[in-house]
C-alpha cells in the first residue's frame, strides 16, 4: 500500500505515530538542487524525514539499500534510532 495513504488512514484512526521506511528512500534524489525533484515524491509525498497532520506522527526512514541500479545520490543511507517515552 503507498504510504500517503497509509498515513492518511493512521490520522482518521487517531494512531498517534507511524513508523515507515523505505528500502532505497529515493535513492536519486536531488532536492540539493530544487526541493521536491526527488523520483520517490511521484508515489508519496513522505520520502523522508518527520511529517505532522492533525496533531499525529510520521517517521520515514531513507533506508540503507538500493534498487535496480548499486548507487544513491542525494539520498544519503539512514539508520534511526528512536527513544519512545511514555507521555504523562
Not at 511521484?42 to 496533531?55: A, D, F, I, N
Not at 545520490?73 to 504523562?88: F, N, S
Request: charged share 20%; glycine share 12%; hydrophobic share 40%.
Amino acid at each position: 500500500m503507498p504510504l500517503a495513504p497509509s498515513f492518511d488512514a493512521a490520522v482518521k484512526l487517531g494512531i498517534d505515530l507511524t513508523l515507515a521506511g523505505h528500502t532505497h528512500g529515493g535513492q536519486l534524489s536531488l532536492e540539493f538542487l530544487r526541493r521536491g525533484l526527488c523520483l520517490s515524491r511521484l508515489e508519496t509525498p513522505y520520502v523522508s524525514g518527520w511529517y505532522e497532520r492533525s496533531g499525529r506522527q510520521l517517521y520515514v526512514n531513507r533506508g540503507i539499500g538500493t534498487t535496480m541500479i548499486p548507487i544513491r545520490l542525494g539520498a544519503r543511507p539512514e539508520i534511526t534510532v528512536l527513544e519512545l517515552v511514555r507521555g504523562v
